[in-house]
DNA sequence: GTCTATAAGCAGATAGAC
DNA sequence: GTCTATCTGCTTATAGAC
């Protein structure tokens, strides 16, 4: 209430948000076009049609920006991280982490590849999550379990890696997100070793 | 002959040849822990102990560099798609460029990771290959066959980026090369249908 | 919420001494 | 082959008008 400068009635800003909204997508197409340090604020501004300082409005730093722009794949990854550490069963973990990360990278398509091979971002979110481990590394762990021979060891890494470059591959693009599923979930079981599920 | 500056007598240059390949092994380095467009010449400079000028002694310019980073191993992965293509049998083809493909990430570690997700040593190499068409298309198309199904296509991206990428990971820097190479071929084979080679 | 204007610094790159 | 010194342009970031 008060005495602010709404112009737009019920919502706190509609046309604010907005171009928030806007300026994270428009982040996150140049950050996998040019990598995240290829990537100036000018860049960002030009293609939002505004100017550099209307983007500081938004966001005190740049690295602010990667972190924003990485936050909603990263909640939901930690999501998934902690469902399946609850499981008792290895097959039952694996299938879980597996489903549940297939589905984060269909519906986020380039994020996870990025923040999976980008080094401006990856530092970026380090911060973010300083108090929490990687999360690279507990994805491995449950994936592969504890004391991993080499092969299962380096097939969990084929599979993290390949599953999210491959959900942010431009040739992949045109693929409908269900078809996407399906072929992700299904290489990632048959490296980890699962049985196919029944049609 | 004529009074060139040699003072090492036999060789042209061994001081200069050895500063141009630590160069490289340096900017290698600083590029997969920064990023090309992270990595500044003073960067590669200060780790070197020379200074900005002397860099430029060696390359004209950045892109250059870069170009001169990856060139090794685009040279290499290009000699296996040729000799791939020449097989006729699907799985002769298959087996051969896995088994080369699997090589040269090997041998070099942290190259194939870096120019398969980095944008900043893709552009740079296009300007290189501008006439050839783009190697990760030809690697797929070989990889998956013609007018592959989806599962194939998307098995086929998931063991190149894969391997790629695991095969430049941190935590598996440690195996030495004979158990890497082991295991990459082997998720690739179990990834594209292929039966395992009897021990 | 977006603008103009500007500061301070670092980027890539060059000239010329030694 | 490496240095010092310098240039130009772009970078992140801030101050203050509208």
Redesign the pocket.
Known sequence: MTTG?MRTGAA??A???D?RSRLLATALRLFTEHGAEG?????I?DAL??????V???F????EITEAVAEPGLRELAAVVEEAATFRRRGARIDHLLTGFVDIVVRHRALVALFSSDPGVARAIEKTLHGEERFEKRLIALLAGPEPDTSTLVAAHVALAGIALAGGAPALADLDDESLREALLAVGRRLMGRPRPRA
């Open positions: 400068t706190t800003g046309a604010g948000e171009t990537t100036s604020l000018q860049m501004a049609g505004v100017t550099k300082a209307a500081y409005y938004h005190k730093t740049k690295d």
